[in-house]
């Protein structure tokens, strides 16, 4: 998942910051721009990608919890099982599994993906 804002909203929030290391530099929107060109290639690659231009951090937020349930239900609809480290995305109608030594033994032998 990428939060994206454009170049200008960056320096925009960036301008008085004194905690940025790879800031502190003569030209901080030069480096902006730089690290910026270096990195598109990854931030493509992040699936989801929230736009946060001209966002209250509130809706921001609400919008980075729907896509990570939506894509933890995808996950677990694919793969038929919750990833290693996660906690299981509880929607509406929960998923109901029989109870019992069988199912117990369906869940233990569910292959878990490499972290």
């Not at 209250?56 to 919008?63: E, S």
């Not at 894509?71 to 109901?96: C, L």
Request: proline share 8%.
């Amino acid at each position: 998942m990428c939060l994206h804002a454009s170049l200008d909203t960056i320096l925009q929030r960036t301008a008085q910051a004194r905690t940025r290391p790879l800031l502190n530099v003569e030209n901080p929107e030069a480096r902006i721009r730089q690290l910026y060109a270096e990195r598109a290639e990854t931030y493509k690659r992040a699936g989801t990608v929230i736009l946060t231009d001209f966002r209250p951090l509130h809706d921001i937020v609400q919008h980075v919890l729907r896509a990570y349930r939506r894509e933890a239900r995808d996950w677990e609809r694919t793969h038929g099982a919750t990833p290693v480290g996660k906690t299981r995305i509880h929607s509406r109608q929960p998923r109901r599994e029989p109870a019992g030594p069988a199912a117990e033994a369906r869940h233990r032998a569910v292959k878990r993906p490499a972290p």
